[in-house]
C-alpha cells in the first residue's frame, strides 16, 4: 500500500526554538496533506489541512503563526513548530490524501513525530 | 458534528477473542477504519471496510458494520499477547476531507 513517511521519528529542543517536522508521500501524490496532534490517552485532534501550492486551514483554536505549514510540493508539506514550549510537547502525525486512480479516496498516515521541548 | 465512540478499555486473556465496538454519527461516511498504535508508535491500518459492507474478514480480523446503527466493530480471533496496543476507529467521508477518530480502545491481553 501507499507510504507515507515523516521525518524526524523523534526530535527533542530546548524551549524557544523552532522544529520542522517534514512529511512526505512516498509512492503517490497528494494533494492534500492532513496534521494531527495526538495528546496522551487521547485521540489525534486535527490541527490542519495542507493543500498544495495554496494555504493551510486551521482548525479552531490552532494557532497559524505558531504551527506554521508548508505544502510546497505534491509528496511533501512541512509542520514548523516556532518558539516552541514544553505544552507544545506531544506526538505529530501527518497523512496524506490519496486519489486512486479506480476512484478510491483514502488516507495514509505517517508513523509520527515525538517531539519533546525542554 | 461528526463523532465517533468507543469504550476506552478491554482486557482479555491470551487465546481469547477480543470485540472492540464503535458507533459513529456521520451517516454519509464512506470508509470506516480500524487503526492499530502500539506504544510510542504511530497509526497502522489495520484494516477498513467500505459503507456497502456488512462484513469483512482478513485472518484473525473480522468487521463488522451495521449501518443502520452506524456501529462498527472489530473481532480478533486467538488474540496474542502482541495484540495489546491502542485501536482506534475511523470514520471518513469522501469531500469531507477529515478523518474522524474514535478516543481509541486500550486493548489489554493477559498471558
Known amino acids: 500500500g501507499a507510504v507515507v513517511s515523516q521525518h524526524p521519528s523523534r526530535v527533542i529542543c530546548k524551549s524557544g526554538t523552532s522544529v520542522k517536522i517534514e512529511c512526505r508521500s512516498l509512492?503517490?501524490?497528494?494533494?492534500?496533506m492532513f496534521w494531527y496532534r495526538q495528546f496522551p490517552k487521547k485521540s489525534l485532534m486535527l490541527m490542519a489541512t495542507?493543500?498544495?501550492?495554496?494555504?493551510?486551514?486551521?482548525e479552531q483554536g490552532v494557532e497559524k503563526d505558531k504551527f506554521l505549514i508548508n505544502h510546497a510540493s505534491l509528496t511533501l508539506s512541512t509542520l514548523t513548530v516556532t518558539s516552541a514550549h514544553p505544552e507544545d510537547s506531544s506526538f505529530y502525525i501527518c497523512?496524506?490524501?490519496?486519489?486512486?486512480?479506480?476512484?478510491?479516496?483514502?488516507?495514509?498516515f505517517g508513523p509520527g513525530t515525538r517531539l519533546t521541548v525542554l | 458534528g461528526e463523532d465517533v465512540e468507543q469504550s476506552l478499555f478491554l482486557s482479555v486473556r491470551e487465546g481469547d477473542s477480543s470485540v472492540i465496538n464503535c458507533t459513529y454519527t456521520?451517516?454519509?461516511?464512506?470508509?470506516l477504519y480500524w487503526y492499530k498504535q502500539e506504544p510510542g508508535a504511530g497509526l497502522q491500518l489495520l484494516t477498513y471496510?467500505?459503507?456497502?459492507?456488512d462484513m469483512k474478514q482478513d485472518q484473525r480480523l473480522t468487521v463488522l458494520l451495521n449501518k443502520k446503527d452506524k456501529h462498527l466493530s472489530l473481532r480478533i480471533a486467538d488474540t496474542q499477547t502482541g495484540d495489546s496496543a491502542i485501536y482506534f476507529c475511523?470514520?471518513?467521508?469522501?469531500?469531507?476531507?477529515?478523518?474522524?477518530f474514535g478516543a481509541g480502545t486500550r486493548l489489554f491481553v493477559k498471558a
Open positions: 497523512s496524506a490524501r490519496d486519489f486512486g486512480g479506480t476512484g478510491t479516496d483514502t488516507q495514509y
Open positions: 509512492d503517490f501524490q497528494a494533494t492534500t
Open positions: 495542507s493543500n498544495e501550492g495554496s494555504k493551510a486551514t486551521y
Open positions: 456521520d451517516s454519509s461516511s464512506t470508509y
Open positions: 471496510i467500505f459503507s456497502n459492507m
Open positions: 475511523a470514520s471518513y467521508r469522501p469531500g469531507g476531507f477529515k478523518t474522524i
